[in-house]
């Protein structure tokens, strides 16, 4: 039974590294409710938008995205489970990682990204054992096949941006956004404050310029009682819940 469990994991066909990651960030981009275009995946990959009009035709060949008139990507039902098949060794990693070899939290994304590529569904099933059926990776993130449904796990939760909430409300921390978790000083930056998933944040006050997704306008935070400074780009990348 196990073989069978394990080879419902494999995509049927292989794809390369690179599609592989597009299809990540194209899932995670918008599994937090944000459009997917070209020069989004540009920014993100550091890459000229040739190069990223050339994988994405390459892609949409292969049945695995799809572009409407604005020129924003969705994936198919095949790129979503060949999407969730990477996330999943991804994630599963991780945690391997962490709870099995020790590492840190915010060591592991870059290792994960070298490693997901080669973990075979055998893999996955003893790590998914051995570590007692997981449902998220150490960033907070869900783990597909582990939760009803991975795509809608941030709505099913009430979860929103911390950027988005009332000063003085306290919530708690869901999860680090998957879309930077590639950015290794920001993922430092919080482990240094000790912002990490299960925290109790409270956004103390809103910055006194525009706070924009992007901005690096200053923001003060209290975790779990504690006063932090980071800034709005980084409020922004953390999904929370209220605590009732």
């Known amino acids: 039974m196990e073989s069978d469990r394990s080879a419902a994991h494999e995509p049927s066909t292989a ?26 995946l540009a920014e993100k990959f550091r890459v000229a938008p040739p190069t990223v009009t050339e994988t994405l035709k390459r892609m949409t060949r292969d049945g695995l995205i799809e572009m409407d008139g604005r020129r924003q990507v969705t994936l198919t039902p095949l790129g979503v489970e060949r999407a969730e098949a990477v996330l999943r060794r991804h994630r599963l990693t991780e945690r391997f990682l962490t709870d099995m070899l020790g590492m840190q939290w915010h060591q592991v994304h870059e290792e994960a990204c070298r490693l997901e590529h080669h973990i075979s569904g055998a893999v996955e099933e003893r790590v998914l054992t051995t570590l007692h059926q997981p449902t998220t990776c150490p960033h907070g993130n869900p783990i597909p096949g582990a939760v009803p449904n991975a795509r809608t796990y941030l709505r099913d939760l009430g ?4 950027l988005t909430t009332s000063p003085g409300k306290t919530y708690t921390l869901v999860c680090v956004s998957e879309v ?8 430092s930056h919080l482990h240094d404050l000790g912002v990490t998933p299960g925290a109790r944040l409270t956004l103390a006050a809103r910055p006194e310029v525009e706070a924009t997704p992007d901005s690096e306008a200053p923001i003060t935070l209290l975790c779990d009682g504690r006063r932090v400074e980071t800034s709005a780009r980084v409020a ?9």
């Open 236 to 244: 922004h990348a953390l999904w929370v819940t209220p605590i009732s």
């Open 15 to 40: 794809v390369t590294a690179t599609v592989e990651e597009y299809l990540e960030t194209i899932y995670n981009i918008a599994m937090e409710g944000e459009p997917v275009i070209g020069a989004r």
């Open 180 to 187: 930077v978790e590639d950015e290794e000083g920001l993922i």
């Open 159 to 162: 979860a929103v941006r911390l």
